[in-house]
């Protein structure tokens, strides 16, 4: 869904918290893997859901929700036009944006 999140303005936001979500610059749109492994998903969780599962997004939401595999544990990542979701574990309450960073985007409908 989405959700006007302070400055930023209208944002993608995870229907299940509420919480903004972001996408890594050095992830390549399509390619069914994410380059944030390892230490970098304790600051930036991905985004999951469970197994077998259809993301589904309202309908202000105009891109391609999917998933792919994560290669670390199995688990279902959520994509958005086929780049994988992250929350940042700095954003506390729905509205948060803090994630914002250099190579971090929160992403826009």
């Given at each position: 869904?989405?959700?006007?999140?302070?400055?930023?303005?209208?944002?993608?936001?995870?229907?299940?918290?509420?919480?903004?979500v972001y996408t890594f610059t050095k992830d390549v749109a399509?390619?069914?893997t994410s380059a944030c492994t390892g230490g970098c998903l304790?600051?930036?969780?991905?985004?999951?859901?469970?197994?077998?599962?259809?993301?589904?997004?309202?309908?202000?939401?105009?891109?391609k929700l999917g998933t792919i595999t994560r290669a670390d544990d199995g688990s279902a990542q959520v994509t958005y036009n086929g780049l994988p979701l992250y929350f940042y574990s700095g954003d506390k309450a729905p509205g948060d944006s803090n994630g914002i960073y250099t190579n971090w985007v929160a992403v826009k409908p």
């Open positions: 869904m989405t959700a006007t999140v302070g400055s930023q303005g209208t944002l993608i936001v995870a229907g299940a918290n509420g919480m903004t399509n390619s069914g304790t600051k930036w969780p991905a985004l999951t859901v469970p197994a077998g599962s259809t993301p589904a997004g309202g309908s202000d939401i105009t891109g």
